[in-house]
């Protein structure tokens, strides 16, 4: 049997509520759940931690965040008492080279718990964050992205977290697709990752209507890291293929490789 790198996963997130609803997009991640090799350890890159410089957690027990307002109260009850990771955070760091600091002054947010409720909901799995630097240019995301995809043959799930398509003041509650421009610029993304033109997604700013759908880059630049930490020998799998609300697209990437 081959050194097999562990997957990746980027999912798009959508709302909160999807932590405590049954839906087509629910059922999806956790069949993908079904389907992983045992990680030693979930990194996760929230779109919902966006900071000024790099940051990681390395807190044993880090705590949740309910950092979303106005939702029901079931939702801010929702547990997720996954163990941390300091050592395998600190390994980030070192194989990142870079400067990131230690920071536990936040925790497991919604981005990363909405999605692993489902995803891995045992909790059996450490889990730790790395922030996503606000003030980076999408070309290094995506080289710090591949600085760390050694961590792949080390065991560690790298799951990121956020939409392709996240333009909250475009959302249209009587549209339970997408809009077109919200699909075309979906779709002209999914042929850059397809096709291997990661160099497309990471210039996405030269599409037409990205600045209707990425008017700020929270929500997309954790793709670049799953971009910037593949190899030639991923197989690449597209699931939840929708817009929603007009301006929300929840299609999620899989990277992965076949053991032989």
């Given amino acids: 049997m081959t050194n097999i790198k562990m997957p990746m996963i980027f999912i798009g997130h959508g709302s909160p509520m999807n932590a405590i609803e049954n839906n087509q997009f629910t059922d999806q991640w956790r069949k993908i759940g079904q389907s992983l090799p045992k990680p030693k350890a979930v990194l996760v890159l929230s779109a919902h931690w966006f900071t000024e410089g790099v940051r990681i957690q390395t807190d044993e027990n880090p705590k949740l965040i309910y950092d979303m307002y106005g939702f029901p109260k079931e939702l801010y009850e929702i547990k997720y008492p996954a163990k941390g990771s300091p050592e395998i955070a600190r390994r980030t760091i070192k194989l990142a080279g ?127 890291y799953i971009l910037g930490a593949a190899d030639q020998r991923d197989r690449i799998s597209l699931f939840n293929e929708e817009c929603v609300l007009g301006s929300l697209s929840m299609t999620c990437y899989q990277f992965e490789q076949e053991f032989s």
């Fill in 98 to 224: 870079q400067e990131i600091a230690e920071d536990n002054s936040w925790g497991i947010d919604h981005g990363a718990w909405s999605i692993l409720v489902h995803l891995l909901p045992d909790a059996d799995i450490p889990v730790y964050q790395m922030s996503i630097n606000r003030r980076y240019q999408s070309v290094e995301h995506y080289e710090l992205g591949k600085r760390i995809a050694g961590l792949r043959e080390e065991g560690v799930l790298i799951l990121a977290s956020g939409n392709v398509v996240h333009n909250l003041r475009e959302v249209d509650w009587e549209n339970p697709g997408g809009t077109g421009w919200a699909k075309e610029f979906d779709s002209y993304i999914k042929e850059c990752v397809v096709s291997g033109d990661y160099r497309g997604a990471v210039n996405y700013r030269n599409h037409r209507y990205a600045h209707k759908a990425v008017p700020t880059s929270d929500h997309y630049d954790p793709l670049l």
